[in-house]
């Protein structure tokens, strides 16, 4: 059974940086047929996404973090990365990676990390 593993996160101060890593435990090569993306969300807020790169190559980022974050895979460590930089307090959530595969019966979600921004 595959699952997300994700690690990274924590505090940081406005205009730092911080890098989330999500690595499919259990997928195999098949991790590069997969499409990943990071979300995040807010308390009562809706999930949103925040970046998204398919087994293409394809890249697609939420107008509030293009120029800052940057997604990025490594297939063969099944893992995907987020680097963000010059974090702003608005990018404070908790942040979730997500694979999607036609194969698997659901998309898959990671367990979670906080990251929070100080002033």
């Known amino acids: 059974q595959v699952q997300l593993v994700q690690s990274g996160g924590g505090v940081v101060q406005s205009g730092g940086s911080l890098t989330l890593s999500c690595t499919a435990s259990?997928?195999?090569?098949?991790?590069?047929?997969?499409?990943m993306g990071w979300y995040r969300q807010a308390p009562g807020k809706q999930r949103e996404l925040v970046a998204a790169?398919?087994?293409?190559?394809?890249?697609a980022y939420a107008d509030s973090v293009k120029g800052r974050f940057t997604i990025s895979r490594d297939n063969a460590k099944y893992t995907v990365y987020l680097q963000m930089s010059d974090l702003k307090p608005e990018d404070t959530d908790v942040y979730y990676c997500?694979?999607?595969?036609?194969?698997?019966?659901?998309?898959?979600w990671g367990q979670g990390t906080q990251v929070t921004v100080s002033t």
């Open positions: 997500n694979a999607e595969y036609y194969a698997l019966p659901s998309p898959l």
């Open positions: 259990g997928s195999g090569s098949i991790f590069s047929r997969y499409a």
């Open positions: 790169l398919n087994s293409g190559g394809s890249i």
